[in-house]
């Protein structure tokens, strides 16, 4: 008898494989601007923050993009596989803002960061991406869509957090 485990594909397979190849990209250079600096004019403690959001972002849009391929190679999970992923990645979006918006307020009441003037628009767009999770994790609205979106987002905030320690490096013929 000639029992194949047959392959489930998941929607969005190819997104998600190309997500998950951009963002290991990202966490990569991530680190290479962590090690070789970036970020001058800014303090020890903004510039730490800075590369650590921007390989928590990169890394959570790789792991992000990589739950749904394993999940779906469970039989068991297949009918839930968009609601799990959801829940999931809410959880990961809630916490990890609130520990953001914790963590510069600490370095910000000690004059050691100061918030981009378009913080609250980021704080607002994480509000609404994570409510969104939840909805879609209740089955209220499609759950392909909201947590691509989700991941995406991630690699919005590796990218600005570069931008950021790019613009606010001094060049070196002025040193």
């Given at each position: 008898?000639?029992?194949?485990?047959?392959?489930?594909?998941?929607?969005?397979?190819?997104?998600?494989?190309?997500?998950?190849?951009?963002?290991?990209?990202?966490?990569?250079?991530s680190?290479?601007?962590?090690?070789?600096?970036?970020?001058?004019?800014?303090?020890?403690?903004?510039?730490?923050?800075?590369?650590?959001?921007?390989?928590?972002?990169?890394?959570?849009?790789?792991?992000?993009?990589?739950?749904?391929?394993?999940?779906?190679?469970?039989?068991?999970?297949?009918?839930?596989?968009?609601?799990?992923?959801?829940?999931?990645?809410?959880?990961?979006?809630?916490?990890?803002?609130?520990?953001?918006?914790?963590?510069?307020?600490?370095?910000?009441?000690?004059?050691?960061?100061?918030?981009?003037?378009?913080?609250?628009?980021?704080?607002?767009?994480?509000?609404?991406?994570?409510?969104?999770?939840?909805?879609?994790?209740?089955?209220?609205?499609?759950?392909?869509?909201?947590?691509?979106?989700?991941?995406?987002?991630?690699?919005v905030?590796?990218s600005?957090?570069?931008?950021?320690?790019?613009?606010?490096?001094?060049?070196?013929?002025?040193?």
């Amino acid at each position: 008898m000639d029992v194949r485990r047959r392959r489930v594909l998941v929607a969005g397979e190819d997104l998600l494989q190309t997500l998950a190849e951009v963002s290991i990209a990202f966490t990569g250079f991530s680190g290479v601007v962590g090690v070789f600096g970036g970020g001058s004019e800014l303090s020890d403690a903004e510039r730490v923050l800075r590369v650590r959001m921007m390989i928590v972002a990169s890394l959570a849009a790789f792991f992000g993009s990589l739950l749904p391929l394993v999940l779906g190679q469970f039989e068991f999970a297949n009918a839930l596989l968009w609601p799990l992923c959801c829940v999931a990645f809410a959880g990961f979006f809630i916490v990890n803002s609130l520990g953001v918006y914790r963590r510069t307020g600490a370095l910000a009441s000690v004059g050691k960061y100061s918030r981009p003037w378009f913080a609250p628009i980021i704080y607002g767009v994480n509000a609404l991406i994570a409510f969104s999770l939840i909805l879609a994790t209740l089955m209220l609205v499609s759950g392909h869509s909201v947590y691509i979106a989700a991941i995406v987002w991630q690699l919005v905030l590796a990218s600005l957090q570069f931008l950021l320690l790019v613009t606010q490096t001094k060049s070196r013929a002025a040193g």
